[in-house]
Structures are given as structure tokens and as C-alpha cells.
């Protein structure tokens, strides 16, 4: 974690995902098709504002048959350094059972508690439970998952701070995450500050008005629309 960059948190939040990725691509400190989850990922809040926070990452599996006596403690574990944690958290769970389709890591309990702790919100290749509830009791929670299914199965926590990847997307702990309805990007912050991320988020949006803008007028013409569409490097 770059303690500089906390105090930019609430900035982040003020731009869409999608902004934030065009941003980053501006530097060319990572390939364009690195760097984001696959659209396996779903934001199940796509109206909350956008998800900023740093990476507390943990592997589970809840479809193995049986019950796992061990299973709370590292539960215990994983609620312990969200509490610690110093800044927004986002809690990352990779499943690593069986049957990923009939899995379950969270619902609007624990979401609930979680968000108590610090918390701003969940990324899981699983499914979960209980949105309806998390929407209600646990509001602004930002849930990202692979679907929803009725039943928690058995929560076993396997690890808690080990490198996982979410559809595509390595995550390690400590890493800035940024998401909403349009997905998930990991803020490269080792490599850009995240004040000139910001500023360049505000030129995009300046630039994209402006051409939102003619594409607006009664009048427009071909090749200006070519210009303005045209990949810049």
C-alpha cells in the first residue's frame, strides 16, 4: 500500500472505472488488455457509487461435502485485518473447491459486519447470497461476483493474504482495486502517482464532452467524426 495514495481515495471515487482504466492507459506502464477482470465478474451493486480500496485477499472452498471445524478461525483471521487495515478495504476471495457454480463465500451478514469493519466492499469469483439483504443492511457495499445461489454450503477459509486471480485478474494483498457496473481495474500506483491518474481523468473528461458535445449538434460532419474517433497515442 502507498500511503500517499489515501489520501486520494475519495477522489477516485468521484470517476467511473471505465475513466480511471483510459486514464491509467495513458502512461503506458501496461499492455491496454492487462489489468482489468473479464466480464465473468459481475457488479451486483451497479448502483452504488465506485469501489476504491486496497486488496485483503483470501482463498475458500464451501462445496466440499461436510462440515469443517477449522473453518471460523480463519474467518476470525480475514474480519481481523479488514479491521486493521489501514484505509478502505476490499475484501478478495478465490475459490478453490470443486464446484465453483454452487458456491457461496458471503451474504448480508457478514457483508455486513465486513462493511462495520472497514470495508468497502466484496470481489469473488463465487457466488453469494442474501443481495436483497446486503442491499438493505449493508448499503453502499459494493458486491462483485460470479452470480447468486440460495445456499452457503460450507465456509471454509483455506488462506487468508496469498496472490489469487479473479477472471483474469491478479490481485495481490495490498493492491488498489477500483470497480463499479462497467468491472473491475487494478491501479498500477507503484508506477503512476495517483494524483497524475486524476489529472488525466479530468482531461478525459473534458475531451470527451467536447465531442459528445458535436455529436449533439443538428449538423455534423464525417470526416470531423473521424478525427475526433481516431485512436490517439
Not at 95 to 108: E, Q, T, Y
Not at 165 to 187: A, V, Y
Amino acid at each position: 500500500m502507498n500511503k500517499n495514495s489515501k489520501k486520494y481515495i475519495d477522489e477516485l471515487k468521484k470517476f467511473d472505472t471505465a475513466t480511471i482504466s483510459n486514464s491509467i492507459e495513458k502512461f503506458k506502464v501496461r499492455d491496454d488488455t492487462t489489468g482489468y477482470s473479464s466480464m465473468e465478474l459481475k457488479c451486483l451493486t451497479p448502483e452504488n457509487k465506485p469501489m476504491v480500496g486496497y486488496a485483503i485477499t483470501a482463498t475458500v472452498d464451501t462445496t466440499t461435502p461436510g462440515p469443517i471445524k477449522s473453518r471460523y478461525e480463519k474467518l476470525a483471521e480475514l474480519y481481523g485485518l479488514i479491521y486493521k487495515k489501514d484505509g478502505p478495504s476490499v475484501i478478495v476471495i478465490k475459490h478453490v473447491g470443486s464446484n465453483r457454480l454452487r458456491s457461496c463465500c458471503f451474504g448480508d451478514m457478514s457483508s455486513k459486519a465486513a462493511q462495520r469493519l472497514g470495508a468497502a466492499g466484496l470481489v469473488t469469483d463465487c457466488g453469494i447470497r442474501d443481495l436483497g439483504g446486503i442491499k438493505k443492511r449493508a448499503k453502499d457495499f459494493c458486491v462483485f461476483a460470479s452470480g447468486i445461489v440460495p445456499s452457503h454450503g460450507y465456509g471454509n477459509f483455506i488462506e487468508i493474504g496469498v496472490t489469487v486471480s479473479i477472471f483474469g485478474l491478479i490481485i495481490k494483498p495490498g493492491d488498489l482495486l477500483h470497480g463499479d457496473e462497467n468491472g473491475l481495474i487494478k491501479i498500477p500506483e507503484d508506477k503512476i502517482e495517483i494524483m497524475k491518474i486524476l489529472e488525466e481523468a479530468k482531461n478525459i473528461i473534458k475531451q470527451e464532452k467536447e465531442i459528445f458535445d458535436y455529436l449533439d449538434k443538428e449538423k455534423i460532419d464525417l470526416k470531423m467524426i473521424q478525427n475526433m474517433l481516431a485512436p490517439k497515442d
